[in-house]
């Protein structure tokens, strides 16, 4: 189970810091910062900078995103911000504005 | 979808966190929480600023008041320091709280449940405070089935306290034996053969009082206990008024 769940209907309005997986079904206002995976739920809307091992994005994410492993934007997922991370995949369906920087 | 939020134990945040459903901090908070469903705050969750929920049930720290619209239940090892408030109030042995504490309003929906037992029988109560005594009713309970055993097994429970963790290893192979064994050599393994016998039986109580219970919640205590304790007072040496009779005296 992960370690970390943000429910529908919660909000939190500050950083979230840890290590461990993070998932998120409600709202985030802030930063988000972790060691492990990120995993945004489809009712999410996250309006952080987030970093993390990987991002899946399948709610609204806006903010700038670094992963030392991979981001995919899901069908139906929303980012919009910079992206570094050296795999990065937009699902058809899925929609992106901003940067990627793949570290080539 | 997922009613419940989790504050994962390696998670910190800090921020307001508010909202629907209910949400378990195993980490650390730092800002006010309010929820409409109920908070529980886990043995190492630590929360800095003021709870809100529907019940909320602390096992852990909290610096900040706690208001619960249906009740608050502070389990064996939770430390507050701040005002509590709510229907119902239950702050069970063990529990450290700082601050005042005020039942108000009417009782939740739910009127059958009684603060103190309802936050008992949750986590360590079972454990805490019934440890001592379930032992020695369990024993006669179960003393029928071995009748050679128990009346030396309670004569020596009490004083053998670390063997029974020895014995425990053991015990789960012994227990046919022992009758055969008792027959043929009665004084010399009778003691260290029967006592598994009951000692099988009884593991949960010996073992949840001496060594589970504290453990589990020592560690909790010991955080930071110490140096948030305030100082103990400063006693004057001499009580009032000895100088002053002393001057008398030479005068």
Redesign the interface.
Known sequence: M??????????????????????I???LR?RLT?TDAVTV?G?AVVGADITGASLSVAGQVTGDVTASERVDIQAGGKLVGDIKAARFTIADGASFKGNVDMEV | MAETSVIGAGTVVSGHIRGQGSLEILGRVEGDVSVTGNVMIGPAGRVRGNVTGAEVTISGQVQGDLRGTQAVLLEPGARVVGDISGPRVGIAPGALARGHVQTDGEPAPTPARVPAPAARPLSAPARLTPAAPPTPTRVEAKAPLPLPAPARVEAKAPLPLPAPARVEAKAPLPLPAPARIEAKAPPPPSPKVAPPKPEVRKPDPPRAAPASAPAEFTPVRPIKPEPRRPPPPVVPVISKGTKAKKKKSHD
């Open positions: 992960a370690g970390t769940v943000i429910g529908e209907g919660l909000t939190i309005e500050g950083d979230i810091s840890g290590d461990e997986e993070i998932v079904h409600g709202n802030g972790t739920g009712t």
